[in-house]
């Protein structure tokens, strides 16, 4: 797989290996050259309470922000969730997040609480990028603690996308400067590659690979299925899985002129 970082506004330097990438990152984060770069996003997602790994992120904590994609638990409740972040706060505490179909639904409103939930929300960060998000995943054979129907799927998304819309739409009639739009799924598309199990079904949503058909975000990233680490594309967006955490999958983000999006 070729990963690409993204530098300049003219220009981009393609690795195709994990060591590559590792080896450039220092380059990334550079202070000689944060000025080229706007903003920088870790996300990743499929926490399951495996915590001891943050430490192993690399720069988890000059990332401008923190995006967790789902499941910070194991069929967890508020006190599991309040674990994670808390620990995760000890890295970088700019985080916004949803809930997995592993995490129950008190988890949602505790994240509402604190006002960071992403679930059929949209926020603006730091006035450059805006993020929407749907949490939970379609129905499962296995009865998990926060499961929707595709239409649930369905009202959630195009609800926070049309909040998202209204964000930017202010934003450009006070800047005149269109902002690129990152979509937070934690269940992946229908047969987009990322929805695979190990028997070769697909098991993604219907109601978010319509959305993203219709809606064309720049960049989603999604989860819930581990063993379909990857990438990949529906149309113009760009899909990032990046897996469970506790392997080591994350996506840096990165925005100047453009959005970029690698994972690592």
Not at 11 to 26: I, N
Request: with cysteine; proline share 4%; net charge negative.
């Amino acid at each position: 797989m070729v990963f690409s970082l993204l530098f300049s506004t003219k220009s981009a330097k393609m690795v195709s290996t994990y060591q590559g990438v590792s080896r450039l990152l220092p380059t990334l984060f550079h202070p000689i050259l944060r000025w080229r770069i706007h903003m920088k996003i870790i996300a990743f997602g499929d926490i399951h309470m495996a915590t001891d790994v943050f430490k192993n992120i690399p720069y988890l904590d000059e990332a401008d922000y923190v995006i967790v994609t789902g499941d910070l638990t194991n069929f967890g409740h508020k006190d599991d969730a309040i674990a994670v972040l808390d620990r995760l706060r000890q890295c970088n505490e700019n985080i916004f997040c949803l809930a997995g179909n592993l995490d129950y639904s008190d988890i949602n409103d505790y994240l509402d609480e604190l006002d960071i939930n992403l679930h059929n929300q949209a926020k603006l960060l730091s006035d450059k990028i805006c993020v929407y998000g749907v949490g939970g995943s379609n129905t499962t054979p296995f009865n998990t603690p926060w499961e929707f129907s595709e239409e649930q799927l369905q009202f959630f998304a195009d609800n926070a996308f049309s909040k998202a819309e209204e964000l930017i739409r202010k934003r450009k009639k006070e800047t005149n400067r269109e902002l690129p739009l990152l979509f937070i799924s934690h269940t992946p598309p229908y047969g987009c590659g990322l929805d695979q199990l190990r028997n070769g079904s697909n098991v993604g949503s219907t109601a978010i690979r319509e959305h993203i058909e219709k809606h064309c975000p720049n960049i989603c990233i999604t989860g819930h299925i581990h063993e379909s680490r990857g990438e990949s594309r529906i149309g113009s967006t760009t899909l990032i899985n990046p897996g469970m955490i506790a392997d080591g999958g994350h996506v840096l983000i990165t925005i100047n002129s453009t959005i970029s999006a690698t994972l690592l």
